[in-house]
């Protein structure tokens, strides 16, 4: 120990020492490694596998609101109402996955791991990334039995999305086509054109893709042209889907809970206290009770004192107001006196001062230029 600390002469021999034990290391570490190994591996598959699942799950709800986007584009420019549309984006949906397929060739239905546990009923709409499936016709607790499209026993209210043609959209058996039953042989439709629902029949939600239009026969001697359509929805090959919660009250359902709801908002309005329209004065009494209304007699002896005229008074003393005197007539070779209007009668409310004692006498009269 001694060497090996102060000179260098071991040092060849521990390095082959270590190339001897290494093998040695490598075999005692293996245990650890293959289990940290294996652990890992695990648990990144298991994490995977759950983000995967995640994944799907929102690419599923994703697509379903781009299935909206023709539809209310096309509302939109047709100035249509885009409450209700808006209102479809936001259904609660359920995410349900394909467990079984009906054997018999003559009927089109498929089984979903989604039961009346769940809140499944029947007669909910089921669709897929792509468009509208079908609805549900029976339930089991834990399962349900969905109803394709294009049964020959089902058929579905639909309209053209570009100028809103209604007809009705019938399964003729085969997963790829649709027919279009009753349509004019003049009606506005094409090849291309891409049919929604039209919520008419109560059951399924409006604005939801179903197929596309891919030949239109027109026969000149027949009323009605015959329409054929493909569905969107991969009917066929989809293996998840989503179950729309839609509001599956009648319209006198919610016609009565709208009416409640207004009648509730009135019954609070009421009960709210009212705010006084004109306050009373800080200085007034609040014990002063306001004054009454006159009589028609009142008002009537009111109207008559104040139509009639006022008189003059018939004569006042020295103290009293402009009394009248009685002109002479003028002396001989005296001047004319001028005449003065009248005085008019004060009110009785206004006294005047007394006129001066030379005012209330006549003047004296002159003399004759014979007594001169």
Known sequence: M????????????RSELALVLS???????????????????????TELMAENERLKAEQLLLQRRLQKLAALTEQNVRLRELLNSAALVDDKVLVGELIGVDPNPYTHRIIIDKGAKDGVFV??????????????????PYSARVLLLTDVTHSIPV??????????????????????????????????????????????????PVATVSKVIHDSGQPFAVVRA??????????????????TRTP?????????????????????PAAPANPAPAGASAAQPAAAPATPAQGAAIGNRQAAPTK????????????????KPPAHGAAPATSQPAATATPPQKKLPPLPAAAQHPAPELPDEGDR
């Open 2 to 13: 001694v060497t090996d600390a102060r000179f260098d002469y071991l040092k060849p021999v």
């Open 23 to 45: 093998p040695l290391y490598e075999v005692a570490g293996f245990p650890l490694r293959a289990w940290e190994g294996v652990s890992d591996q695990f648990s990144s598959r």
């Open 123 to 140: 007669g909910q709409p089921v669709l897929d990334a792509s468009g509208l499936m079908g609805q549900v016709v029976e339930v089991m």
């Open 159 to 208: 309209q053209v999305n570009r100028n809103g043609l209604r007809a009705i959209a019938a399964g003729t058996g085969n997963p790829e086509r649709l027919e279009l039953r009753y349509v004019a042989d003049t009606a506005d439709i094409k090849e291309g054109d891409l049919l929604v629902s039209s919520g008419l029949g109560q059951r399924f939600p409006a604005g939801y």
């Open 230 to 247: 493909i569905p969107t929805a991969k009917l066929n090959r989809s293996r998840y889907m989503l179950l729309v919660f839609s509001d």
């Open 252 to 272: 006198e359902q919610r016609a009565n809970d709208a009416a409640e709801a207004q009648e509730a908002a009135d019954r609070h309005a009421a009960q709210r």
């Open 312 to 327: 003059p008074p018939a004569s006042q003393g020295n103290a009293g107001g402009h009394a009248t005197t009685a002109a």
